[in-house]
């Protein structure tokens, strides 16, 4: 689903934000990317996103090149930021309107995900609310449901779960679970290592650029936890 090869990224043409990045995500697979700040998640991310270019490599999503055919590969993905912006002077059910004429989802299959997704997440109250009202949360909730509404291939998360309640959290992970059991496939940064052991199948930690460790989740963690596998690969120099 997602194939990245020697990917690289500098910003000021000295050091690397990624260095040589090599990952292999397949439908099915819900993927944590770990590290600390400023290791290279977030480039990593909006380089697949097609936000931000890069210097080397290729990164392709369904054999799809993100440089040779940016729109091909947007239209089969979503990209949900660590702070998401969203058209506050819409309402919420506007915003998810112009989101779905984007990405030309039919009216049907709209109107159920919308219904869908909204009920679930208890946004069916405020959606003809301006966005300007909602809390961060909300506009949390709003953004996710405006993502799922596409039935993306690939969905791309830097730290999905700051800002939602715990119920939010626990649908979220549901929801994720739903859409790779239907062959999708979730890739998404987060500094709570618990959920990575607890949700995740596979496993990436970069530091300073580059991937340390990749792979399974319960041959990386093995007999210890992964904090305790993160933090020893932090004081190493």
Known sequence: MLNI??????YDGVKNACDHIDLDIESGDIFGFIGHNGAGKTTLLKSIAGIIDFNEGEIKVNGISIKESPIEVKKIIAYIPDNPDVYESLTGIQYLEFIADVFEVPQEKRRELVEKYTTMFEM?????NPISTYSHGMKQKIVVISALIHEPKLMILDEPFVGLDPKASFLLKE???????????????THVLEVVEKLCNKVAIIKQGSIVANGNTVDIISN???EEIFMEIEKES
Do not use: N, P, R, Y
Not at 5 to 10: E, G, H, I, L, P
């Open 5 to 10: 090869k020697q990917m690289t990224k500098s």
């Open 124 to 128: 069916s109250d405020v959606l003809h």
């Open 175 to 189: 929801v994720f679970k739903e859409m790779v059991s239907k062959g999708s496939a979730i890739f998404f940064s």
């Open 224 to 226: 210890e936890s992964l």
